[in-house]
């Protein structure tokens, strides 16, 4: 049973950071691509960013250059550090355990998700 607890959500003001943490298993990190979701309200799931077990990382759209994707092998901990975030950033923010990286909708497992809500 592959688990994701995710933390870090919060609300802040325009040009603020938040970081966001996922743990999983060791297993989970050795297996998977991880990566980061989020849904605004309304709006479908999209992804944000994946990191692949060699630590390669791709990033989706507006995000590129504000966000960081990393990941703590030892503590078995997946981070998104999230820069001058936007208002229009505001959503539910999900970890999630891919098969490929390469393809968004390969996704195995989520996590319960944790909200981000970022006013202007």
């Known amino acids: 049973q592959v688990q994701l607890v995710e933390s870090g959500g919060g609300s802040v003001q325009a040009g603020a950071s938040l970081r966001l943490s996922c743990v999983a298993s060791?297993?989970?990190?050795?297996?998977?691509?991880m990566g980061w979701f989020r849904q605004a309200p309304g709006k479908e799931r999209e992804g944000v960013a994946t990191?692949?077990?060699?630590?390669?990382?791709r990033y989706t759209g507006s995000m590129k250059g504000r966000f960081i994707i990393s990941k703590d092998r030892a503590k078995n901990t997946l981070t998104l550090q999230m820069n001058s975030l936007k208002p229009e950033d505001t959503g539910m923010y999900y970890c999630?355990?891919?098969?490929?990286?390469?393809?968004?909708?390969?996704?195995?497992?989520w996590g319960q998700g944790t909200q981000v809500t970022v006013s202007s």
């Open positions: 999630a355990a891919l098969r490929y990286c390469y393809n968004l909708k390969s996704v195995d497992y």
């Open positions: 060791t297993y989970t990190f050795m297996t998977y691509c």
């Open positions: 990191i692949d077990s060699d630590g390669i990382t």
